[in-house]
């Protein structure tokens, strides 16, 4: 999921099935396979608590909101919610919000109730690791943005991004550069989320290493785009637990990568799934129909993804923490 360019709130959904080792199968687009039958924007009355934060495995209801979250009442509405977890926009990293209380939006979440009794919300910091956005502070006035038949500046920027999405270009995810404004540099995208009291990381387009081009490049470039990614994954992971020994890991989409690495189901606490049952398209408004409302086929077809692909491939991941 990349940062729209239609206005959209909240997309929440409840849990299909939780595994007690860390990895969930989630639908992070359309409708899910089971809803809740009340509004979880509703308070539930307690609004603040000083309990303890809600297990990853205790999770049943959670809410992904990466645009609008600097609006008037937007952190209200979180806080007065019962979500479990929160995967949030690290809003301050925008640079038109460069001036927002990240770290006291979290402290709020953190102090306020979920849908399980006693306990308090787990905030994830939504991070696009494969692919550089032109609004985020880090693009400055001397970067260029690729074409398709030229790299930009630097020269790790590869190309647009292939669904349309405007203002995202994958990027050679192994280069030091790109490593350093994620991971390693004082203001890194890791760093802040760490500074901002985040309870982990959303990491988006993990699946670069299948993308033509940057599969082009990391050959031209003599490394493995699979290993490289599993790599990069197990230095964000290193980086900041070694801050906060807790501090969750949780990819979006690449199912087959614990297929195509070992290691990789050992690096991850949760997994979340887009389009599992719907698809849109990018840069939509919110009416188009064609935004989120295109139904994939339920059975492989053998002409891209459906409904079967999602589920055959996150089953690893429920059969590695027996399923809940």
């Known amino acids: 999921m990349h940062r729209p360019a239609r206005p959209f709130g909240l997309f929440s959904w409840t849990i299909r099935s939780l595994t007690s080792a860390g990895v969930l199968a989630l639908s992070i687009a359309g409708c899910p396979p089971q809803l809740t039958t009340s509004d979880p924007t509703t308070p539930s009355g ?10 990853l495995q205790d999770v049943r209801l959670w809410a992904y909101q990466i645009q609008g979250i600097e609006a008037d009442g937007a952190v209200d509405a979180l806080v007065a919610s019962r979500y479990d977890l929160l995967v949030l926009e690290p809003t301050r990293t925008d640079r038109d919000n460069s001036g927002l209380d990240a770290r006291g939006m979290v402290s709020r979440l953190h102090a306020s109730s979920c849908s399980i009794s006693s306990k308090t919300k787990l905030v994830i910091a939504y991070i696009d690791i494969g692919e550089a956005e032109d609004w985020r502070y880090y693009w400055t006035s001397s970067w260029v943005a690729p074409t398709e038949q030229q790299r930009g500046t ?8 292939p669904d349309g999405w405007s203002g995202n270009y994958p990027v050679a995810y192994w280069d030091t550069r790109w490593k350093n404004i994620i991971i390693y540099n004082s203001d890194s995208m890791l760093q802040q989320a760490l500074d ?3 309870d ?4 988006d387009w993990v ?3 299948s993308d033509e ?6 050959q031209a470039a003599g490394v493995d785009p699979v290993e490289e990614m599993v790599k990069f994954i197990r230095e964000i992971r290193d980086y900041a637990r070694q801050q906060n020994p807790d501090f969750l890991i949780i990819p979006q989409n690449a199912t087959e990568l614990s297929e195509l690495d070992d290691d990789y189901l050992g690096l991850i606490d949760a997994i979340g799934q887009e389009q599992i049952y719907f698809d849109g398209n990018a840069d939509t408004i919110w009416a188009d129909a064609d935004s989120g409302d295109v139904r994939l086929p339920a059975l492989e077809t053998g002409e891209g993804y459906s409904t079967q692909f999602y589920e055959e491939t996150l089953q690893p991941y429920l059969d590695a ?4």
Do not use: C, S
Request: aromatic content about 10%; charged content about 15%; cysteine-free.
């Open 207 to 209: 699946e670069a290493y």
């Open 213 to 218: 081009a940057v599969a082009a490049a990391a």
């Open 46 to 55: 307690g609004g603040t608590t000083t309990g303890a934060k809600v297990a």
């Open 200 to 203: 982990g990381i959303y990491m």
């Open 154 to 161: 630097p020269d790790f920027l590869i190309h647009p991004d």
């Open 321 to 324: 923490g027996k399923a809940g």
């Open 196 to 198: 901002d009291g985040f």
